[in-house]
């Protein structure tokens, strides 16, 4: 009898563990939702968009130097006047 109390009182633990994560994982889907909802009502931009921003911007930089290097004269060598 003592061991099939100790096998109940596992099965109970064990449904009470899944019941506590499968708590966990609603919760975490709930605040998820909720946090991107309000991060689109406050006009916050996701990761993604931060990313994708910071790489243009990197390539606008290559642009913009490329298209200075082009633009710059040549340095001229200083002479000095012989009279």
């Given at each position: 009898?003592?061991?099939?109390?100790?096998?109940?009182?596992?099965?109970?633990?064990?449904?009470?563990f899944q019941g506590a994560d499968?708590?966990?994982?609603?919760?975490?889907?709930?605040?998820?939702?909720?946090?991107?909802?309000?991060?689109?009502?406050?006009?916050?931009?996701?990761?993604?968009?931060?990313?994708?921003?910071?790489?243009?911007?990197?390539?606008?930089?290559?642009?913009?130097?490329?298209?200075?290097?082009?633009?710059?004269?040549?340095?001229?060598?200083?002479?000095?006047?012989?009279?």
């Amino acid at each position: 009898m003592n061991q099939n109390f100790f096998d109940d009182m596992a099965k109970m633990a064990g449904g009470a563990f899944q019941g506590a994560d499968a708590f966990r994982k609603q919760m975490e889907t709930t605040i998820k939702e909720k946090l991107g909802d309000c991060a689109k009502s406050w006009n916050l931009v996701t990761e993604e968009q931060l990313v994708d921003l910071r790489t243009m911007i990197v390539a606008l930089e290559a642009r913009v130097a490329a298209l200075e290097a082009a633009a710059t004269p040549p340095a001229k060598a200083k002479t000095t006047d012989v009279a």
